[in-house]
């Protein structure tokens, strides 16, 4: 139990283009979900909180008109990186947070974007 | 904002032997978790840390959540070739109302094993 996927896994895209991903609880329904970034060699960022129904909150830094997030169920969220260009090249990492009082978070397999 | 030290930064061991990482928080976190990360794939979760002063085994991996839950070590003994990876500590806060907030990560630990 406790599957988190992603998709697509990778995806490349000219400069200025827009992008979707998607991140699906798949036998579990998420009342909140989180996305990451991460860059090679580094850490995972938070980059927003989505909570089913509601607007996604935002991790200082991070542009809201640039990474649009939309949880429209509780299986579903998904986050459209804007006008791509090169410097948001990186690795998208989804995780969901089921009904558990652990608040345990579930991860996506990751979805790596690749502007040119 | 809060931040994880997590050292070290990557360890090239021997098939057999004993590892040992930590991190370390200028604050305190509810929860700490640890996990482990292939190449090209989300996180795995090893093991969650609820209470200060918390020890915690799966298998060959063992965890402590420090007393002043500002801390945490993670112990691998007798690694074998399926342990390379990248090793992170994460902290979590829970909110008052319910819920909880997203995950602050470590820098990682590379871990390397050497036949």
């Known amino acids: 139990g406790a599957v988190v996927s992603q998709h697509p896994s990778r995806v490349i895209c000219k400069s200025g283009t827009s992008v979707k991903i998607e991140c699906r609880s798949l036998?579990?329904?998420?009342?909140?979900m989180f996305w990451y970034r991460q860059f090679p060699k580094q850490s995972l960022m938070l980059m927003a909180t989505?909570?089913?129904?509601?607007?996604?909150?935002?991790e200082q830094g991070v542009e809201k008109d640039k990474f649009l997030i939309n949880h429209a169920s509780l299986t579903l969220s998904t986050l459209t990186v804007t006008s791509a260009h090169p410097e948001d090249s990186s690795f998208y990492i989804c995780?969901?947070?089921?009904?558990?009082?652990?608040?345990?978070?579930?991860f996506g397999p990751g979805t790596r974007l690749t502007v040119l | 904002g809060q931040q994880l030290n997590q050292s070290p930064q990557s360890m090239f061991i021997q098939e057999g032997e004993d590892v040992s990482m930590n991190c370390t928080s200028s604050?305190?976190?509810?929860?700490w978790l640890w996990y482990k990360q292939d190449p090209g794939e989300g996180p795995v979760l090893l093991i969650a840390?609820?209470?200060?002063?918390e020890l915690t085994s799966n298998g060959r991996l063992t965890a402590q959540f420090g007393i002043t839950r500002k801390d945490s070590f993670l112990n691998i003994s007798a690694s074998i070739p399926s342990d390379v990876g990248i090793y992170f500590c994460?902290?979590?806060?829970?909110?008052?109302?319910?819920?909880?907030?997203?995950?602050?990560f470590g820098k990682g630990t590379h871990l390397i094993i050497q036949p």
């Open positions: 995780s969901a947070r089921g009904h558990s009082s652990y608040n345990e978070q579930f």
């Open positions: 036998d579990f329904q998420a009342t909140t």
């Open positions: 989505s909570n089913e129904g509601s607007k996604a909150t935002y």
């Open positions: 604050s305190i976190f509810n929860t």
């Open positions: 840390l609820y209470k200060a002063g």
């Open positions: 994460a902290g979590q806060l829970r909110r008052a109302g319910g819920g909880a907030d997203g995950l602050t």
